[in-house]
């Protein structure tokens, strides 16, 4: 079953108040959307200019946007754990071949 296509003629503004209206904004919590939603419904820029209003920090990683909705500094940490890619088996095509 095909997914329903999200409406296209949403206000921009009641995207944004929606968005930052929720909880855990409020709460001074962490909200994440989507990159392709917010320059669809909203515009980068004006989202852009929304984060910066309200004094919060937007990192992007990947294809998402995250918004720490509270004033204070972010921390960047190391990673918890080495992250690598898994070896193929001794038994696979890739370490068969001796060409």
């Known amino acids: 079953m095909k997914k329903p296509e999200k409406p296209t003629n949403l206000d921009p503004e ?3 108040r929606d968005l930052f209206s929720a909880k855990t904004v ?10 392709r939603d917010v320059d669809r419904y909203a515009g980068r820029e004006a989202f852009l200019h929304e984060v910066r209003r309200r004094g919060f920090t937007l990192v992007e990683n990947g294809e998402q946007l995250v918004v720490f909705c509270n004033r204070d ?3 960047l ?3 918890a754990w080495p992250v690598t890619r898994p070896q193929p088996a ?5 370490h068969r071949y001796r060409g």
């Open 14 to 16: 009641k995207w944004l």
């Open 26 to 35: 409020g709460r001074g919590g962490v909200v994440h959307r989507p990159a």
């Open 73 to 75: 500094p972010p921390k």
């Open 77 to 79: 940490s190391r990673r």
């Open 90 to 94: 001794m038994d696979s095509p890739v």
